[in-house]
């Protein structure tokens, strides 16, 4: 990354203030930011859930969410003013010469479509290109955003692809017309470390051959050191401070912007191996398993036990989440057997009783997603209670309630809000209460800390592991984040291609000799080194950092 300074000014915000309505009135979210942008220069977003990293960055294309309106100051784009522009205006700037790329591309793109379908719509009704010439360009793009057979995947409906290959597509979409600018919100987040490796290695080739001009948002400083050029903190709406990214790393000013370069400061030790002869909550017996008649799974097996955490790691399309869908009994496995307590469940959810129902319960990745947004809180929670618990009325409000203490949301303040009201990391609370609602001995928790950002990700890790002492439960825990793996498993599960290729407990999974495809899961973390990127393609043989987007690492 080099000094990008002197280049011409692309955006420019001054003195932005934003507002969010509260019942009949409008407070202050946003409060007084300004920064520059320059063509090609890249301006990393950081701040704890709830800093207006997000609001900040739609603001900068002119754009705010229902409830929210800018207060004050100016916004302006190539010598136009987004604050005050018209719809048509904006409408010719958006899609166009402005882009955005999502945290969730689940959310995002329209399931009734094609993934082909949304990428050329822009190119198309901007009048960039053709539809024949937009197809071609978007498997170009695909190609270089290493998405596998990018001549045929963009042919998919969003739901017949990864999380990660699916975010990958939205990135492609948001370069479909060449922007000068584009907003990344968190576009890594749902990637494991080897893909988001060659993800940050194409958008910085992207950013660097097109000139473009981007806002990074991410709540992941080893991820920003390797993509910004400078760094802005944000703390509840307000500047903390802003430097280019080699003095922000090295020599932060304030006590907030040190305190986040030294969170993650969690780490469970793990427990005694369980006894010889312990019979395991969940054991996976030889599973094999397919989608229609390609085979996903291959004689996978692992045992978890009481009060243990099995993390199960590898990069998208490894298996661990078809695995954690072979226990719950919503994909029956082609062969194998899945057992709880020693006895074999049935393969098919439908056919399992109520209290081996109970038993078995998931912590969704996206809560957003997971939670119906027209149920109050009370309501989300309480519908488990009444099913497992078979309570109503005055029982059921108390156990709620209950469940609400809890996860450290006091009642009063919670039970009737809906999920647009919380922030993300309450949200993920929420989806840990529904969870316990059943009372359950076994918990996939699936990636759920990595939409959050570090400060409350470790919030939720030391509730999560706080619950299992109390409660004596048996986590698997699917996530691509070794740090994750750091603060709260005993025991690691290595996937790739559908098949287990390591096993064993924490200490020997971070300790050499490794499987080959272990030592690259642990190479390819992250690290607050803005040189950590290019020094790492570079030991791995890629002369051209944007080689990594097309060449097998």
């Not at 609370?429 to 928790?445: E, N, T, Y």
């Not at 990595?450 to 996530?479: H, K, N, P, W």
């Not at 984040?481 to 599960?493: F, H, P, Y």
């Amino acid at each position: 990354m080099t000094d990008k300074s002197h280049r011409d000014r692309l955006l420019r915000v001054c003195d932005l203030h934003l507002e969010g309505r509260s019942d009949e009135e409008w407070i202050p979210i946003v409060k007084g930011v300004s920064f520059d942008l320059h063509k090609g220069e890249v301006l990393g977003l950081i701040g704890e859930s709830g800093a207006g990293k997000s609001t900040v960055g739609l603001a900068a294309m002119g754009f705010t969410r229902d409830g929210v309106r800018i207060a004050g100051g100016s916004v302006e784009f190539d010598g136009v003013d987004l604050v005050n522009a018209s719809a048509d205006v904006k409408r010719n700037l958006l899609g166009k010469r402005i882009a955005y790329v999502a945290q969730s591309a689940a959310a995002s793109f329209n399931p009734a479509h094609k993934i082909i379908d949304q990428h050329t719509e822009a190119p198309v009704q901007h009048g960039v290109e053709g539809r024949a010439d937009s197809e071609a360009d978007a498997m170009e793009l695909y190609a270089r955003l290493r998405l596998p057979n990018p001549e045929e995947i963009g042919f998919r409906y969003p739901h017949q692809v990864s999380g990660g290959q699916l975010q990958r597509a939205m990135t492609a979409m948001a370069m479909s017309c060449r922007p000068d600018l584009i907003i990344f919100d968190e576009p890594t987040t749902a990637l494991d470390v080897t893909t988001q490796i060659e993800v940050l290695a194409a958008i910085r080739k992207i950013v660097e051959d097109f000139d473009t001009a981007a806002i990074y948002i991410t709540h992941d400083l080893a991820v920003v050191a390797q993509m910004a050029d400078r760094i802005k903190v944000l703390l509840k709406g307000e500047e903390v401070e802003e430097a280019d990214t080699r003095t922000m790393l090295s020599s932060p000013q304030q006590d907030y912007t040190k305190s986040l370069w030294a969170v993650r400061s969690f780490e469970r030790p793990a427990k005694p191996a369980p006894a010889v002869d312990a019979v395991p909550v969940i054991s996976v017996n030889g599973i094999t398993a397919a989608y229609g008649t390609v085979e996903v799974l291959h004689d996978v097996s692992f045992d978890i036990h009481a009060g243990r955490t099995v993390a199960v790691v590898g990069e998208s399309g490894s298996g661990k989440s078809t695995a954690a869908r072979c226990i719950t009994g919503l994909l029956p496995p082609v062969s194998g057997q899945i057992e709880l307590e020693g006895v074999p469940l049935p393969a098919d959810y439908r056919q399992r009783s109520r209290d081996q129902l109970r038993q078995v319960q998931m912590i969704y990745q996206m809560a957003d997603t997971a939670l119906n947004p027209r149920k109050t809180i009370g309501e989300i929670i309480g519908r488990p209670v009444q099913f497992y618990g078979r309570m109503k009325g005055k029982g059921k409000r108390a156990r709620v309630e209950e469940l609400l203490d809890a996860i450290e949301m006091p009642p009063a303040q919670y039970i009737d809000r809906l999920p647009s009201e919380l922030s993300g990391g309450q949200k993920q609370r929420v989806g840990i209460a529904r969870a316990l609602a059943a009372d359950p001995k076994f918990i996939i928790c699936d990636e759920v800390t990595s939409a959050l950002d570090q400060l409350v990700a470790e919030g939720i890790l030391r509730l999560l592991a706080r619950l299992q002492d109390e409660l004596g439960l048996s986590y698997m825990f699917i996530t691509h984040d070794l740090a994750t793996v750091r603060a709260i498993a005993d025991e690691v599960v290595v996937m790739k291609d559908g098949r287990v290729v390591e096993q064993g407990g924490k200490r020997d999974m971070f300790q050499p000799p490794h499987h080959p495809y272990t030592d690259l899961l642990l190479s390819s973390v992250p690290e607050m080194d803005p040189d950590w990127l290019t020094d790492l393609l570079a030991e791995r043989g890629v002369d051209n950092i944007g080689d990594a987007a097309v060449d097998k690492m």
